[in-house]
């Protein structure tokens, strides 16, 4: 039996997607910083994916994807009543979340809807939660009333100015670590420059930083160690370590090489779908 798509919605036409997915079990333990491996038919490969929200008692969970590649490609042509093949999670250590009194929360491009899901869990502990989100332009802003419902404080930044400050999510980031008082923790998920850039901003104010590392995964678990990252001269495992890292601490130059190592055979599987697609009349 596969896992059902009970809804679809596709929050930026051709690019990003919502997906609600019937998962009871993981709904049931999922937490802020978790993620699922999700396989959509049994000759597809395995992509970990973060849960974005989950509804314990209605038994779902939220996912929120960039098309990519062939396996996000493939997953665009299900449709609500549709089903993926295999969800396994929740998997990853889930988001350190205690009541420690102001936390900024920076997500950029999908990374807003992980973002969202780890701001609700502070906002519970009884943070104080200060979100800034950005986008290239207006119409690629996410998860803005759903962050808004429960955080009094988004702030936005849009490369163009169509929305909010003219510039970049950091500058924003700089700005309220120059007037708050005190800022105990600034959790940055996005693109890697993003949370590289990020991490350059709180250096020089010695504010704690959490980034989640989007590391190449294979299984998910800790067997395969194709998620192997450098974290303050250690190797670790993404997967299982992670995904969230003190950021300060992070080998980013060798995260961008290995997110790459497999270009070549993505473009080429991503011109095979293409070929299948066009066959297919999809
Ligand atoms: C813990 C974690 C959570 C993630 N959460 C999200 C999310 O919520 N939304 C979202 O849009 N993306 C998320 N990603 C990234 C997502 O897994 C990749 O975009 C996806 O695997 C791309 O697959 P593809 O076949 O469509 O593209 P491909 O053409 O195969 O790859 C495009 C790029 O995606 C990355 N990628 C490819 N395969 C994998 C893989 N098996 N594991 C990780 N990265 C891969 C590589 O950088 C690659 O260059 C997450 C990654 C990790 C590690
Ligand atoms: S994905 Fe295999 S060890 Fe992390």
Request: glycine share 10%.
């Amino acid at each position: 039996m596969g896992y059902t798509i009970l809804k679809k919605e596709e929050l930026i036409p051709g690019q990003t997607t919502m997906m609600v997915i019937e998962a009871p079990q993981i709904a049931k333990k999922a937490k802020p910083g978790n993620f699922v491996m999700l396989r959509v038919s049994e000759h597809g490969e395995r992509i970990p994916l973060t849960i974005a929200d989950c509804d314990r008692e209605a038994g779902t969970i939220t996912i929120v994807y960039l098309v990519v590649g062939k396996t996000t490609a493939e997953m665009n042509t299900l449709q609500q009543g549709g089903e993926f093949m295999d969800v396994c999670g929740p998997l990853g250590r889930p988001t350190h979340i205690e009541k420690s009194g102001t936390v900024v929360c920076v997500g950029g491009g999908t990374g807003i809807a992980a973002m969202h899901h780890i701001a609700k869990g502070h906002v519970e502990a009884g943070n104080r939660v200060i979100a800034i989100i950005g986008a290239r332009s207006k119409n690629l802003l996410l998860f803005c009333t759903e962050l808004s419902s429960f955080c009094p404080e988004v702030r936005i930044a849009t490369d163009d100015g169509s929305e909010g400050h003219k510039g970049f999510v950091t500058e924003v980031l700089k700005d309220i670590l120059e007037t708050e008082d005190e800022v105990a923790e600034v959790v940055a998920i996005g693109p890697v420059p993003m949370m590289e850039a990020v991490c350059r901003v709180t250096l020089p104010f010695g504010t704690k930083t959490t980034v989640s590392l989007n590391s190449i995964m294979v299984d998910g678990i800790g067997m395969c160690g194709a998620c192997r990252c450098t974290v303050g001269g250690k190797t670790l495992f993404a997967c299982v370590d992670g995904p969230e890292f003190d950021g300060h601490q992070v080998d980013f130059a060798e995260l961008k090489t290995r997110l790459w190592q497999f270009k070549k055979q993505e473009e080429e599987s991503m011109e095979l779908f293409s070929k299948e697609c066009q066959c297919n009349g999809r």
